[in-house]
């Protein structure tokens, strides 16, 4: 985490759709970039689903259905895969619940569910502000508040120390409560504490930790519970340890418990001889707990003054959710007015990255021209920019070509398609879904995520790996680079579905052709900005020289870029290789960067990819069809058909594909018999998919393929609706 002077609060002032009240007492829950927020209230209790899109900055209401809970405060909410489960809570003054419902948030589909009693023993009873945490197939619920008294109207607080666990069946359902027996001193009753659980790296035993709460007095103590043996203790820890409080938040990043906020007592309060609070008063404290060496640090002091509202004022009973390793907090309450008896409440959303981004994949390719590539590598999530950069310490002339030599290749394939024959594949790539529906286009959506380049060569019968090119060699070829791809539904607005497409791509063009502009000669490992990119795809033409004496632009410990205004700018050119980096930045900094990809700009002529590509079913196995690319020389001659198959040396290593071909001739599509389709390979390295590759043919050779992965379903994500 980055030293307290260099926190970087992110407030939220630019979003869409329909914004909740401010409120207090409410849950939030993450679902990947989504942060879901039920109940609470401010003038009364919300009963609203509301979601915040983190990537789109979007609010929205889903069209929910089913056995809906009412509107709760202080209640349990927690999130495993894609179903929410809600326990308890505050229904209305006074009166409180301790029933359990679950959401499936692939369906916006609530049900209520009927846990068994626990064998021996009474089920909890109806309570609010308790903690309900998560971890395998258990819930664990511990103390909260409960009313002693049957008229709801005559509040008599009881505080709770129990302790339940909640079994739940595999995806949706609940099996029942059971109280375990624990060994040691039980918390003290409490309410309005915080409860996470945390496995350290290298252990099988996960650990609760409970941090402070309200017992008539805020407490400031820490405890924890071994799962695995169910033994209480208080461990011993280091460092400053944070005021007493309730109604504050707790979240786990990596191996660091963050607590922001809460309720602490006034200033100059003696709470060690008061049993009771007089005066309280919020705070904007922030301190984590290293929960690997048991030591407290301070972030935020509770004295610390904010005269520039750069970070979220005090408040408590707001939420927190931490997704990737940024922390968001919403809303809350910031006092208590006597005088007009009302909570006044906030209004904002606020984040703070904890931590530098990790290195996104590496830099991929979807098109190459000859003066230019367009570029995509993998989303990193909760990121501000990516900073791209390259490099060319190597020259790549044009050389002569000898139709009977074996190329060799930077980044290449050799092509499969004649026997003896020179050119390299391009590979852009595509995925499709396997369902009954009669048709599927091939990419959908926006594409994301990216993976190393598997190097392939071939014959006329499969292409397999192909060596690293010699830099003087003499062969006539078209390389290539490969653009995976991997359609992945994700939760969007509620009427819409989003789909999540990860590619590689690929290529350029040795040729016996001369670029006719000169290259810029750059030292080796002198890497140079192509800019800032908001979003992981980019079209680089140019790229900013280096200053003299500079051996590169951008500081890697912050965000600092230069003023790309006073730097000139160099045009890329044909038949160069260009090696590609990028990072990530978050309000840490710059994060480190990927690993290294080349690239070489093309020679004109070649055929594109083919495009549009569809698959469907039919009787004799499947019917596979694409669009005619572009072709500035000539008419197509033939295309070419792949089928990635089975082998021992793919199954040794899988990213090293053997592919076969299924078709050559004039015709934009084929039929791929349920023999040939017998003998694929699935592809497993995200998603289960049949592989496939077509390119097309000119008077110039081959140009790129369009690699198609057509899904076969198991998919790793319930998709969200």
Known sequence: MAAPSLLNWRRVSSFTGPVP???????????????????????????????????TNQWFLPAVRGDIPPGCAAHGFVCDGTRILVFGGMVEYGRYSNELYELQASRWLWKKV?????????????????????????????????????????????????????????????????????????????????????????????KMYIFGGMCGARLDDLWQLDLETMSWSKPETKGSVPLPRSLHTASVIGNKMYIFGGWVPHKGENTENSPHDCEWRCTSSFS???????????????????????????????????????????????GYKKALNSQVCCKDLWYLDTEKPPAPSQVQLIKATTNSFH??????????????????????????????????????????????????????????????????????????????????????????????????????????????????????????????????????????????????????????????FKNNTALVSQFYLLPKGKPSMSKVGNADVPDYSLLKKQDLVPGTVYKFRVAAINGCGIGPFSKVSEFKTCIPGFPGAPSTVRISKNVEGIHLSWEPPTSPSGNILEYSAYLAIRTAQVQDNPSQLVFMRIYCGLKTSCIVTAGQLANAYIDYTSRPAIVFRISAKNEKGYGPATQVRWLQGNSKKAPLS
């Open 21 to 55: 009240r401010a409120r207090h007492g409410h849950r939030a829950v993450a679902i990947r970039e989504l942060m879901i927020i039920f109940g609470g209230g401010n003038e009364g209790i919300a009963d609203e689903l509301h979601v915040y899109n983190t990537v």
């Open 375 to 532: 570029v995509k590598w993998d989303e990193v999530p909760t990121v501000e920019g990516y900073l791209l950069q390259l490099n060319t310490d190597l020259t790549y002339q044009a050389t002569s070509s000898d139709s009977s030599a074996a190329p060799n290749t930077l980044g290449g394939r050799t092509d499969p398609h004649r026997q003896g024959s020179n050119s390299i594949l391009h590979n852009s790539v595509s995925d499709t879904v396997n369902s009954t529906k009669p048709e599927h286009t091939a990419v959908r959506g926006a594409a994301l995520k990216s993976k190393a380049d598997p190097r392939a060569a071939g014959s006329s019968a499969a292409l397999q790996s192909a060596p690293v090119p010699n830099a003087s060699s003499n062969s006539s070829c078209v390389a290539a680079a490969l653009w995976r791809s991997e359609v992945d539904e994700i939760c969007a607005l509620p009427a819409t579905k989003i789909s999540r497409v990860e590619v590689h791509a690929a290529a350029t063009a040795f040729s016996k052709e001369t670029p006719s502009n000169p290259v810029a000669t750059l030292k080796a490992e002198q890497w140079c900005d192509v800019g800032i």
């Open 114 to 206: 009927k846990p068994q009693p626990p064998p021996s023993g009474l089920p909890p009873c109806p309570r609010l502000g308790h903690s309900f945490s998560l971890y395998g197939n258990k819930c664990y619920l511990f103390g909260g508040l409960a009313n002693e008294s049957e008229d709801s109207n005559n509040n008599v607080p009881r505080y709770l120390n129990d302790f339940y666990e909640l079994e739940l069946q595999h995806g949706s359902g609940v099996v029942g409560w059971g109280i375990p027996a624990t060994k040691g001193i039980v918390p003290s009753p409490r309410e309005s504490h915080t409860a996470v659980i945390y496995c350290k790296k290298g252990s099988a035993s996960p």
């Open 288 to 334: 984590y707990l290293n929960l690997d060496t048991a030591e407290w640090t301070t972030l935020v002091a509770d004295s610390q003054e904010d005269k520039k509202n750069s970070r979220p004022r005090p408040r408590a009973g707001h939420c927190a959710v931490a997704i990737g390793t940024r922390l968001y907090f919403w809303s809350g309450r910031d």
